[in-house]
């Protein structure tokens, strides 16, 4: 059975990055994309970003930009999805999601990663 | 960048139907996806590409898409069925995906 299992919870100060895994089983991992989704306490979902598993192509929301990157690693099957210069204002739930190729719908999705950005 | 607009809160009496609307500028040439998230849980899919139904999923559950205005609906509402629902669409113009504010389904 499909199962996207996330790290676990972290807590970050401001400036600091985070890095937070996904890993894939029970499918053929390149044969789906992942988007990460965050939702912020009480919020409701803001979409990341995108990766292709299997080129490596992303697209970041522009809101992001210059302070995410995902990456993927096939040999694990195994999605990441790092974010730096944190601020307490990314405290949130973040999600992956897999995506079949011709879709943009999240089919299934982690468990969530709570990561608190506090001083 | 593309707006999808849902309302806050829709409440509904057990047994009956709950509509959830999600507009947006000529939605109806996109593809809708809904998902239904309880408090402390992932979102799950409900509803994809307007109104198909993954396995496993009740029903119940029927999704349309026309216009500015796609609908989830929910026959036979259950108390099980309270949740926060947000539908979501790719933007081709950006290649964004983009979710709905969200809204929250009370069971009376």
């Known amino acids: 059975q499909v199962q996207l299992v996330q790290s676990g919870a972290e807590v970050k100060k401001p400036g600091a990055s985070v890095k937070v895994s996904c890993k894939a089983s029970?499918?053929?991992?390149?044969?789906?994309?992942f988007s990460w989704v965050r939702q912020a306490p009480g919020q409701g979902l803001e979409w990341m970003g995108w990766i292709s598993t299997y080129t490596g192509n992303t697209v970041y929301a522009r809101i992001l930009q210059g302070r995410v990157t995902m990456t993927t690693d096939t040999s694990t099957s195994t999605a990441y999805m790092e974010l730096r210069s944190l601020r307490s204002d990314d405290t949130a739930v973040y999600y992956c999601?897999?995506?079949?190729?011709?879709?943009?719908?999240?089919?299934?999705w982690g468990q969530g990663t709570l990561v608190t950005v506090s001083s | 960048s593309y707006v999808l607009t849902q309302p806050p809160s829709v409440s509904v009496a057990p047994g009956q139907t709950a509509r959830i609307t999600c507009g947006g500028n000529n939605i109806g040439s996109k593809s809708v996806h809904w998902y239904q998230q309880k408090p402390g849980q992932a979102p799950v899919l409900v509803v994809y590409?307007?109104?198909d139904r993954p396995s496993g999923i009740p029903e119940r559950f029927s999704g349309s898409n026309s216009g500015n205005t796609a609908t989830l609906t929910i026959s036979r509402v259950e108390a099980g069925d309270e949740a926060d629902y947000y539908c979501?669409?790719?933007?081709?113009?950006?290649?964004?995906?983009?979710f709905g504010g969200g809204t929250k389904l009370t069971v009376l």
């Open positions: 979501q669409v790719w933007d081709g113009s950006s290649d964004h995906r983009v």
């Open positions: 999601a897999r995506e079949p190729s011709n879709s943009s719908r999240g089919d299934y």
């Open positions: 029970g499918y053929t991992f390149t044969d789906y994309g």
């Open positions: 590409d307007d109104s």
